[in-house]
């Protein structure tokens, strides 16, 4: 993205961390076991408010006054798709902004029909890792479980794709992420070989895209572009002083918690 | 607390952590996804025995033999509610203590409806915050998700008017705690800003609540009060050295671990 | 076991983690909902893929392409039963290596009945503590929850017993450990007291277990001795800077993540 229009997209992203530590927004997460207390805790450090609220019974009522839902289909179940499918519904009805995380979507026949279902409530915005955002768009992927096989820069062209025909931000997260509403385009920068080490960081970031998603309605884009900002920065600066993935798990917690919301600017990892 | 009163239940505090070191009390708890293993961490840090069994099939028959029985609602579904309602029932069958954390109780129709049924089986102990604690007793609570928005202050008179009505102990935490079983009451200090930033904290107390339940059966009021000041003061001890909330919830279980049963009478937090 | 017996089995350890580490296989695990965190971040730091992938609609499929398949019966319930045989049975349909671990399997009727159907599909690997494996074997054992009462030279015989009924590897985690297949026994030292007192420490090895038997086909009992051998030597340089549990879990991974191959030579534990 040229240079011009980084620095206001930056500004944006400052303005956004703002909004979420000032409105502490609730951010209902139907996601995995694996991730619930670490996505958990990263919208805590983030400033926004988690509510882990999955069943049936409850979870379409919740996501009407939500700020924004957050589905992952990580450790999917016939009953968890069955709420999952009522919430995103929920939520478009009541204008209430979700994120779709498609984990490891390809890799049966059970999620690879799931997320047809899902992609059709029309997400806000999408976020994956390489491998999983190459097989939504109907690439071949290297990918088999959850971990990424497939660089960055393979998948961009699928983001554009996923992102125009189905109108929706796609954020695709790696070495260096990308996020793009079709038209628009970014590269963030930041973070650290240590995060693909850590379980649920992913299902994490996603989370925090909720956070931003509820104080940014008008723009997914924007708000996809600050939560990956903020993972960036607070990634690279939580490694700092890791030795190894289970000091950088808590280390990116404070270093989340401890984000000036002007390091969004003055350290902008967008190119 | 008038003084007078408060030394003897100091002494009986740091009387009842000794005895869940030396007995390391059964606790089943059936608890939310997202607290899991955070709360097994800290009964096992406090010298107890945590077992999370929670279906239907077994629950009930492990509430036999278990200690104590902690149930907390924060990801509740219809199967778990209705092996929660046979457990608390087997509980009181057994005379085994149990313990609730009514986990935004207020929220949604379906929470409202359970934690009615469940306040009918009598637990021994109600441990919640502020917002949860006012809903219970039909007051108007300023919250919506997990986290609390009203003062513990502002809760007490709700917790009296329940310990009463319900012939329980209610133990109402924040930045000062309140525990009341509507005769007797106390404050207990200590803790820090940093616990409500850590997800699951409150769920982690309901089931240490649970581990000095056990080793009390005569007395919950004496049992919550004991469990309370342990988290106040390794709540304390933790946060000098925490440099946000991730390094806090790691120091937090250390400092659980490594409580001196007199630190209870010499650093007692009751006032 | 002989010294002579005992140096070739360290090198076929170094050399099994070597192979876990080139080829970083997909471990998929149908594990308790306390671990599951804890597990697959064990499993990453040993330098293998986790995917907890339990429900019935794809846990089968998936067990037809994983490298190994981790059972663990934590937090058991139908529906997880139900996916679990029929995983257990897709994994040996597929020549699939599974590991079995059987918490508390003697805790309750459903425990029981449920333990002895998945032993009927025929484990590669079963792994527990003391109190478990005394009653797997039919003894009497102390324990009633979780946690081991017995010492594990309590539990040697019933290993030996079960390795030979029913042809599999048994690995028996205490203060020493003790493998064996009915055949050849080796014990295995190490570990730190500082392990029992963290939740999910057993699991996460039983699941580090599923990642050597992926890459060691042909021979379960070495991929038991190196999984073991890697925790006792991770535990013990966790143990050294640790404060207490809290701290000991992330250094334990920090631990797994940094160990070099040849320390299963050069501090070799085995006995």
Chains 1, 2, 3 share one sequence.
Not at 32 to 41: D, I
Not at 58 to 77: D, Y
Request: proline share 5%.
């Amino acid at each position: 993205m040229p240079h011009s229009l980084l620095t206001p997209l930056a500004h944006h992203a400052q303005d956004l961390l703002s909004a979420v530590r000032r409105d502490a927004p609730l951010v209902q997460c139907l996601t995995n076991f694996v991730s619930m207390n670490y996505a958990a805790n990263a919208v805590l450090a983030i400033g926004a408010s988690p509510a882990m609220v999955h069943a049936e019974e409850e979870a379409p009522e919740f996501a009407g006054f939500a700020g924004a839902v957050v589905i992952n289909i990580g450790t999917l179940s016939s009953p968890w798709l069955q709420s999952m499918l009522l919430t995103a519904k929920a939520a478009a009805d009541a204008d209430t902004p979700w994120v779709l995380d498609p984990v490891a979507h390809h890799a049966t026949a059970f999620r690879r029909d799931a997320i047809q279902r899902l992609l059709d409530l029309k997400p806000a915005i999408i976020r994956g890792n390489a491998s999983e955002i190459i097989a939504l768009a109907g690439g071949l992927s290297a990918g088999k479980g959850v971990d990424a096989r497939d660089a960055v820069a393979h998948a961009e062209q699928s983001a554009r794709d996923i992102a125009t025909q189905r109108q929706t931000v796609v954020a695709v997260t790696g070495e260096t992420d990308y996020v793009t509403d079709g038209a628009r385009a970014v590269h963030i920068t930041g973070g650290s070989p240590l995060m693909p080490r850590v379980t649920a960081t992913g299902c994490a970031l996603s989370a925090v895209v909720g956070a931003f998603a509820a104080v940014s309605r008008n723009d997914a884009f924007a708000a996809a572009v600050a939560a990956l900002s903020c993972f960036g920065i607070a990634g690279q600066r939580a490694a700092l002083h890791a030795d190894g993935p289970g000091s950088f798990a808590w280390r990116f917690l404070d270093a989340l918690a401890a984000l000036e919301a002007d390091c969004l600017t003055r350290e902008s990892p967008l190119r």
